[in-house]
């Protein structure tokens, strides 16, 4: 894994800034095909799509999926939602909170390590609220 602290060098705009903080995933964490920053309406606020994923697609899908796992959660009194995993034949699908405007995307192939993916996932969700919190400042 890379050293943290090479993810926010240097001026960079806030798209820049979150863009690297997402391509953390996709470019240290093995398996990991792409990730994005969504707003809980499924709006795109920023991504590291590698391949064939569809920006529009992931955002809609992870929305609808947040308001399910949300639900869920609530109404078999499971606690606060902390993550959501979709296991396919063909990868993975992990959506977590960033904050109570953002949630974060990972898609990821069948050969991926979940435990490796969900201990990175940690890591650069607190970094992205880290950001979006200097945002809601300004």
Same mark, same amino acid.
Request: glycine share 8%; with cysteine.
């Given at each position: 894994?890379?050293?943290?602290?090479?993810?926010?060098?240097?001026?960079?705009?806030?798209?820049?800034?979150?863009?690297?903080?997402?391509?953390?995933?996709?470019?240290?964490?093995?398996?990991?095909?792409?990730?994005?920053?969504?707003?809980?309406?499924?709006?795109?606020?920023?991504?590291?799509?590698?391949?064939?994923? /569809?920006? +529009?697609?992931?955002?809609?899908?992870? !929305?609808?999926?947040? *308001?399910?796992?949300?639900? #869920?959660?609530? &109404? $078999?009194?499971?606690?606060?939602?902390?993550?959501?995993?979709?296991?396919?034949?063909?990868?993975?699908?992990?959506?977590?909170?960033? /904050?109570? +405007?953002?949630?974060?995307?990972?898609? !990821?192939?069948?050969? *991926?390590?979940?435990?490796? #993916?969900?201990? &990175? $996932?940690?890591?650069?969700?607190?970094?992205?609220?880290?950001?979006?919190?200097?945002?809601?400042?300004?």
């Amino acid at each position: 894994l890379r050293k943290r602290t090479e993810v926010m060098i240097g001026e960079a705009t806030m798209s820049d800034r979150l863009e690297k903080l997402l391509r953390v995933m996709t470019n240290d964490c093995p398996g990991v095909e792409a990730a994005a920053l969504v707003s809980i309406d499924g709006l795109i606020m920023a991504s590291a799509l590698n391949g064939g994923a /569809d920006e +529009d697609k992931v955002a809609a899908m992870s !929305a609808a999926l947040l *308001s399910v796992a949300e639900k #869920i959660g609530r &109404e $078999l009194e499971r606690g606060e939602f902390e993550a959501a995993i979709v296991r396919g034949s063909e990868g993975l699908v992990v959506v977590t909170p960033v /904050d109570s +405007d953002a949630i974060m995307v990972i898609l !990821a192939g069948k050969k *991926s390590k979940l435990g490796l #993916i969900l201990y &990175e $996932l940690k890591y650069v969700a607190n970094m992205l609220k880290q950001e979006l919190k200097g945002l809601h400042l300004l």
